[in-house]
T-cell receptor, first 113, second 113 residues
């Protein structure tokens, strides 16, 4: 089946640094989404991308939908301690009645004050 | 707007026992998903409902897992009998009709001993 490869698996950075993570797939997707999951909570949607080449920002977060439709990246600028968590990419294709999301394994972000 | 509600938050059972989880999606959301998230992994789809019908249950271990959404609103997921490898967080999510972005509940953490 479809699989998403996220990298890096984990990052340990200093507060104030910028962060970059990416997600690649062997299959194309129509939509890419980025979620953040805090310990003991469900994933929370950060950014959704709907068109190849699209670049979208949400505060300090910027994400892009790759031209090939097989990849996406997420950047976080000027990281702060509350950015700590696990970031998941998810790809969506329409199938059946509506399709569903395929998730990567996540990038764990740790921020040192 | 109330989010996706799940209960219980935590459950510990012995192997071969049965367990049930409950989910109430965001009001008006037609599509409901159950995901299984094993520690260190991304969520994996178990079953997708569109109103009260099953759209995709291809990854549901049907010999022990069952789910229903009888009135097209809330849903229950049951495991009977549980195995050690069922220890995971069970996440419920919903999307509006035609939507792609899934909204997640807090999840139920199941430990099978």
């Amino acid at each position: 089946g479809q699989q998403l490869n996220q990298s890096p698996q984990s990052m340990f950075i200093q507060e104030g640094e910028d962060v970059s993570m990416n997600c690649t797939s062997s299959s194309i997707f129509n939509t890419w989404l980025w979620y953040k999951q805090d310990p003991g909570e469900g994933p929370v949607l950060l950014i959704a991308l709907y068109k190849a080449g699209e670049l979208t920002s949400n505060g300090r977060l910027t994400a892009q939908f790759g031209i090939t439709r097989k990849d996406s990246f997420l950047n976080i600028s000027a990281s702060i301690p509350s950015d700590v968590g696990i970031y998941f990419c998810a790809g969506h294709n329409y199938g059946g009645s509506q399709g569903n999301l395929i998730f990567g394994k996540g990038t764990k972000l740790s921020v040192k004050p | 707007e109330a989010g996706v509600a799940q209960s219980p938050r935590y459950k510990i059972i012995e192997k071969r026992q049965s367990v049930a989880f409950w989910c109430n999606p965001i009001s008006g959301h037609a599509t409901l998903y159950w995901y299984q998230q094993i520690l260190g992994q991304g969520p994996k789809l178990l079953i997708q409902f569109q109103n009260n019908g099953v759209v995709d249950d291809s990854q549901l271990p049907k010999d022990r897992f069952s789910a229903e959404r009888l009135k097209g609103v809330d849903s229950t997921l049951k495991i009977q009998p549980a195995k050690l490898e069922d220890s995971a967080v069970y996440l419920c999510a919903s999307t509006p009709q035609g939507g792609v972005e899934a909204f997640f509940g807090q999840g139920t953490r199941l430990t099978v001993v």
